[in-house]
């Protein structure tokens, strides 16, 4: 289907999401940038998702439903249902401020070069005073592909892209759940200019029901997977590295997020990362001698660490 000039497609793929669904459609047509649309997939939810969506009469609003096949799906079914010229993501449960879209489509007008905006973000919910307002680097410097390379670099809400670079990138590759976004955003990133709006204009709401990123094994996991996707499609961006700085971006990332776990004494993660990290031959004896005991099942090596804690008296 042809694009629509300066139309801003925003997809919202939702799963047993009736309690929230409403604040995220308000958030999207609360925005300043009035020339939008807004596509709603229903991914086989089972509560009463389907009975909200159906009370929703803007016209902007266009309501797919799919059997259950995952975030990636979803948000692929509104991709090819897009008929802007620009795209936008949004989950059903987070939000965006009321000029974030107007932000980012001024930013990508300013400079016709680039084909994606992208903006600051802050976690809401966390406990601990956790969640401060964040602003992302500019990613258009030297070392670009190293910076992309080392870990998402901004949240699936957080951008807009011209629509062509999205279709032309493959869209959402739907063998991940975790970490789909970050693959596309590197596809992006590695053949097109992008654009910062160093404000702080969406929000990620954590909350009791279940979310992907609280599995953080599978995160940190597919986030290694999807890196080492991203270097086998692009075997010219690896040799563009080197093997050394390749694995200290991969190999090292996940055994730098297994040891933030163990050092937080969050013994699971760390026991699983650390054995995924083992599996691929990397790090110094420095390393190895933290990571060896996660040879044992898991109960002795909790009952291990906190014996050697214990001792220590750490806590």
Not at 194 to 220: C, D, S
Not at 234 to 242: F, I, K, R, S, W
Not at 258 to 264: E, I, K, L, V
Request: charged share 25%; hydrophobic share 40%.
């Amino acid at each position: 289907m042809d694009a629509n000039p300066n139309l801003i497609s925003v997809v919202m793929p939702c799963y047993n999401c009736a309690r929230l669904i409403e604040r995220g459609v308000a958030s999207v047509l609360a925005q300043t940038y009035r020339n939008l649309e807004l596509i709603i997939v229903n991914d086989g939810s089972t509560d009463d998702t389907a009975s909200r969506l159906a009370g929703f009469h803007d016209p902007r609003i266009r309501v797919f439903h799919q059997d259950n096949r995952g975030v990636s799906a979803a948000r692929n079914l509104g991709l090819r249902e897009a008929r802007g010229s620009y795209i936008a993501f949004l989950d059903a449960d987070d939000e965006w401020a009321s000029a974030c879209l107007e932000k980012l489509m001024a930013a990508l007008a300013a400079d016709r070069e680039a084909v994606l905006a992208y903006c600051g973000w802050q976690n809401l919910g966390l406990a601990g005073g956790r969640g401060r307002p964040y602003v992302p680097p500019d990613y258009e410097r030297e070392g670009k592909l190293a910076h992309l390379l080392t870990c998402c670099p901004w949240p699936i809400h957080a951008a807009l892209t011209k629509t062509d670079a999205i279709r032309a990138a493959g869209g959402f590759d739907e063998r991940f759940a975790i970490g789909e976004d970050y693959l596309l955003w590197m596809e992006i990133g590695r053949r097109h200019k992008l654009v910062r709006v160093p404000e702080v204009l969406a929000y990620y709401h954590h909350h009791a029901g279940p979310q992907a990123t609280k599995n953080k094994i599978r995160a940190a996991r597919e986030g290694w997977l999807v890196q080492r996707e991203f270097l086998r499609r692009h075997p010219d961006a690896a040799a563009e590295l080197g093997k050394n700085r390749v694995r200290e971006l991969t190999d090292g990332k996940l055994l730098e997020t297994a040891f933030d776990h163990y050092w937080r004494r969050d013994l699971d993660t760390a026991h699983a990362l650390f054995r995924h990290t083992m599996a691929t031959g990397y790090g110094s004896w420095s390393h190895w001698k933290y990571m060896l005991p996660a040879l044992l099942p898991l109960p002795a090596y909790r009952g291990l660490i906190g014996l050697l804690d214990r001792r220590r008296g750490s806590p």
